[in-house]
C-alpha cells in the first residue's frame, strides 16, 4: 500500500478473473469461453479490416454495429449502447442508472464483479439469498431499494430464470431501474429484451464473449429505454468517446450476420453441456440446472477444493470459488468433446 494511493483505492477489493495459465497443454475449463472458434465471416472482416484505415479513430457511436444489433432484435438504434465488453457496460450502469440513497439489490451467489462496482462507486449493496435450490425468487426483491441486477442466467450457478419471472420483478419496481445481465442466455434462455418495449425501467446487458465466441474483442451492448441509453451515453463520453476500435466493429457485425453458425455452434454447447452433466451425475455429482456454457456441481463425499487440486494435478483446470454455500461447488466450463472426455476420465480417479 502506497502513501499516493488515494482513500478509496487503499479500500478496494478488486475483482479477481479467472486464471489463464501460461502453461501448454492444459485442458482449460474454468473462464467460459466458447470451446468453437468465432465465425470464419469474423475473421474475413477483420482481416479485410487491416488496412491504412487503422491510422484513423473508429465510429465513437459504432453506428453501423448498433443498427445491426437493433435489426437483430427488433429494436431502434438508440435503444442500443456498446461498450468495451459487457463489464464495461455494467460500470458505466452502476455509475450512471443506480440510485445512491438505497441499495442496489443483487442475489448473494452471483458475479462477483457487483460488490466490486459497489465499491469503486461507493454504491451500498444488499445482496438477496437465493433459495435452498439456488434459485432467485422474485418476491425477494419486492423491498426498497436503488436499483436491481442479476444474471439470468445466474453466475456461476447456470440456474435460469423464467421470463415471466422476470417481468415480475421488472414490474414490481417500476420506480427504479432493474437490469438483467444475459452473458449466457442464448444457451437456452430466453432474452428479456423483448420485454424493453413494455418496460422503461428495464435494461438488458449482453455480451459477444460467449455464445458468439468473441472473448478475445471484448464486445458489450445494452438494449432498453432510450432515455436510458442515453444516461449510458453520457457517461461514456465522459470517460472514453471510443470504446470499441475498428477490428471490434467489423469482427462483431459479422457476428450477427452469421445465423447459421451461431446456431450450429450453440447447439453444440448445449449438446456438450448435457453430455458432461451426464457424466457427472452418473458419477454421484450434484449437478444444478444449467442454461448457461457451464455446469455448477459438487460431490457429497468430496470438498470442492481437494476436487479441483485433483484435477489440476491432471492438467484440467476448473474454477472454484471458496465462499459460504458454495465452496464445494465446482463451476466447470463446456469444452471440446475431447476436452469433456478428459475431464471425466481424471474425476473417475478422484471420486
Known sequence: ????????????????????????????????????????????????????????????????L?????????????????????????????????????????????YSFYPVYCGLYNIDGKTVPLTDSFEINPDDYK??????????????????????????????NPEHVVVVDEAYVDFGGESAIKLVGQYPNLLVTQTLSKARSLAGLRVGFAVGSAELIEALNRVKNSFNSYPLDRLALAGAIAAFDDENWFRATTEGVIG???????????????????????VFARHPDHAGETLAKGLREQGVIVRHFNKPRISDFLRITTGTADQNKRLIECLVTLV
Do not use: C
Open 272 to 294: 456438450e453441456r448435457d453430455w458432461v452433466t451426464s457424466k457427472l451425475e452418473a458419477l454421484g455429482f450434484e449437478v444444478l440446472p444449467s442454461k448457461a456454457n457451464f
Open 143 to 172: 423491498q426498497p431499494n436503488g436499483g436491481i441486477i442479476f444474471p439470468n442466467p445466474n453466475a456461476p450457478t447456470g440456474r435460469y430464470l423464467a421470463l415471466d419471472k422476470v417481468e415480475a420483478i421488472v414490474a414490481a
Open 1 to 64: 500500500m502506497s502513501k499516493f494511493w488515494s482513500p478509496l483505492v487503499k479500500n478496494l477489493t478488486p475483482y479477481v478473473p479467472g486464471e489463464q495459465p501460461k502453461m501448454a497443454n492444459l485442458v482449460k475449463l474454468n473462464t467460459n469461453e466458447n470451446p468453437f472458434g468465432p465465425s470464419p465471416k469474423v475473421v474475413e472482416a477483420i482481416t479485410a479490416e487491416l488496412n491504412d484505415n487503422l491510422r484513423l479513430y473508429p465510429d465513437p457511436e459504432g453506428d453501423a
Open 66 to 110: 448498433k443498427s445491426t444489433i437493433a435489426r437483430y432484435y427488433g429494436v431502434q438504434s438508440d435503444q442500443v449502447f456498446l461498450g468495451n465488453g459487457s463489464d464495461e457496460v455494467l460500470a458505466h450502469i452502476f455509475y450512471g442508472l443506480f440510485q445512491h440513497g438505497q441499495p442496489v439489490l443483487y442475489p448473494d451467489i452471483t
